[in-house]
């Protein structure tokens, strides 16, 4: 099973690259995030069409998550419990009996600031649902645009960044507490290539110049990390025309 996470920065301009990738057999389950599109206009027919089941949330101009499947949701929930919020950034399903944790964790904007407050305390409120996910489900998965580079070996000048947003202490020690709940990060069970990231700013040539930083991550059970074979920065969607500024992780586990 390979199983994706990709922000694709608004699905109504990414659509045609989502479908290209996805019939390039790169992912079976493929879990997207501000997709930036309500319900009602979601492109669920394309998907389909191409032979795909799928799940969403989503609101106007912002955030908005899905899931993408070869094979049946079951289960869907959207949204964390007991966390009162009209920003759509959560939504899971169990596929073929894995738990998929579909998450966009919200941006912080800059350290101090209310949506700042509002990341670390949305983040302690993830903590508690995965927690309690991890209780029911033990091949669990939670995959998705977390907004946090956990290590400074994750951005491409650490003097540059920094403790700024998405390299903060507070931010990083969030991510270590979803980690300490018995979650892996499939990306660093495999020796990587330095300076791999997985966002590049739009601005200042970024991309072309590989100053970037790895925000999205699949992370995995430990039932799950047993069955990882490989997890993978796939960058050729960056290099297209109007891409997102986000490129897809796969890690692959044999199941």
Known sequence: MKLATWNVNSLKVRLPHLLDWLAADQADVVCLQETKTEDVNF??????????????VGQKTYNGVAIVSRYALADVAIGIPNWDDA????????????RVICVYVPNGQAIGSEKYTYKLAWLQALHAYVAAQLLIYPRLTVLGDF?????DEDVYD????????LVSPAERAAFVQLLD???VDSYRLFEQAPSSFTWWD????AFRRNRGARIDHVLLSQTLAQHCVSCVVDVAPRKLERPSDHAPVIATLTL
Do not use: F
């Open 43 to 56: 492109p669920a027919a394309a998907l389909i069409a191409a032979g795909y089941h799928v799940n969403y």
């Open 87 to 98: 920003q759509q950034r959560v939504i899971a399903a169990t596929i073929l009996g894995v």
């Open 147 to 151: 907004n946090i580079a956990p290590a």
């Open 181 to 183: 709940l018995g979650l």
């Open 158 to 165: 650490v003097e540059a960044w920094g403790e700024d947003i």
């Open 202 to 205: 739009y601005r200042m040539a």
